[in-house]
Nanobody, 120 residues
Framework: VQLQASGGGLVQAGGSLRLSCAAS????????MGWFRQAPGKERQFVAT????????FYANSVKGRFTISRDNAKKTVYLEMNSLKPEDTAVYYC??????????????WGQGTQVTVSS
């Protein structure tokens, strides 16, 4: 499975960004797609996940109500709509393919990451 993330950038606090993650290869081998993020000097943390089959989403408490994860099965693409962005959302965002649990160890395939910077 190959994953290509895009859509990051610089935005002011309160603004919005939409990340995309295009998957290719044996995507059927993974039950779900997830987004994680890693700020400088910090551990990579879970953001959101969605199953390919039912589209059931799950979010970290820190982004619930502000971020929306969605998927387009035909395009094998997952999106992360990020609204009301805060400076603490600044991080490199990674998409990943795995089991759908909010734990890094459940994801076998990772994209290259896309930088999101939120200015105050």
């Amino acid at each position: 499975v190959q994953l290509q993330a895009s859509g990051g950038g610089l935005v002011q606090a309160g603004g919005s960004l939409r990340l995309s993650c295009a998957a290719s290869g044996r995507t059927f081998s993974s039950a779900a797609m997830g987004w994680f993020r890693q700020a400088p000097g910090k551990e990579r943390q879970f953001v959101a996940t969605i199953t390919w089959s039912s589209g059931m989403p799950f979010y970290a408490n820190s982004v619930k109500g502000r971020f929306t994860i969605s998927r387009d099965n035909a395009k094998k693409t997952v999106y992360l709509e990020m609204n009301s962005l805060k400076p603490e959302d600044t991080a490199v965002y990674y998409c990943a393919a795995g089991d759908g649990l909010p734990l890094k160890r459940g994801y076998d395939y990772w994209g290259q990451g896309t930088q999101v910077t939120v200015s105050s």
